[in-house]
């Protein structure tokens, strides 16, 4: 059975230091990441179709340039409105963090300096995606509703732009969990002086 903490507000939490047993906000996370990489990439394949139809052809794929477009929408859509849960889910795991003091990231920041940039990209790559799926949607409605290609190639470069933030945003998490042990099962019931092996069973 799994050691139970008490939070300040009264909350029963469990070895991973949060009152429920599997985190959120780390899965909500691959939610946002996949949907917009798809949007971005099938925004770019839809782009670049007419170096790709030969080769499409060649390997008796039919592909029609419009889906390609119909994928890049969507994903980016549903990538805007699950962001709103990521960061929601984020800030409210945050706040139950219990992190070690005494240890410095591989960036050199300590566990609070990590959580604050964390939260504060997190809010910075929210406004990021709903802009660009604002920005898509104008393109896909208004301004290139009669064209053949859907998307403007600075509305594409900026989205691989984002791509390089995502990865510095997503380096400060991964560094919450495996170097401060935030929210890490594991690493909690470490930090309490138990055995893993007993508890994770």
Do not use: C
């Not at 994903?75 to 992190?99: K, Q, R």
């Not at 859907?150 to 933030?165: D, E, K, N, R, T």
């Amino acid at each position: 059975m799994n050691p139970e903490l008490i939070n300040q507000a009264g909350t029963q939490l469990g070895a991973n230091g949060l009152p429920y047993s599997l985190p959120i906000h780390p899965n909500l996370v691959h939610l946002t990441l996949g949907l917009f990489i798809i949007g971005i990439a099938f925004d770019i394949a839809g782009a670049l179709f007419p170096l790709e139809r030969s080769i499409l052809k060649f390997l008796s794929l039919t592909a029609v340039r419009a889906n390609f477009f119909d994928v890049g929408w969507y994903n980016i859509l549903a990538s805007a409105i699950i962001t709103f849960f990521t960061v929601a889910a984020g800030f409210y795991e945050i706040l139950l963090a219990d992190p070690p003091a005494d240890t410095v990231s591989a960036w050199g920041f300590n566990a609070m300096e990590t959580m604050l940039w964390h939260g504060v990209g997190g809010v910075i790559l929210l406004t990021l995606i709903v802009g660009m799926a604002v920005w898509r949607g104008f393109q896909r409605y208004k301004w290139r509703r009669d064209r053949a290609s859907q998307v403007q190639w600075s509305y594409l470069l900026a989205g691989l732009v984002i791509f390089f933030v995502m990865y510095l945003h997503g380096t400060l998490g991964a560094q919450l969990a495996g170097e401060f042990g935030v929210h890490t099962t594991a690493a909690r019931v470490l930090q309490m002086g138990q055995d893993p092996n007993a508890v994770l069973r």
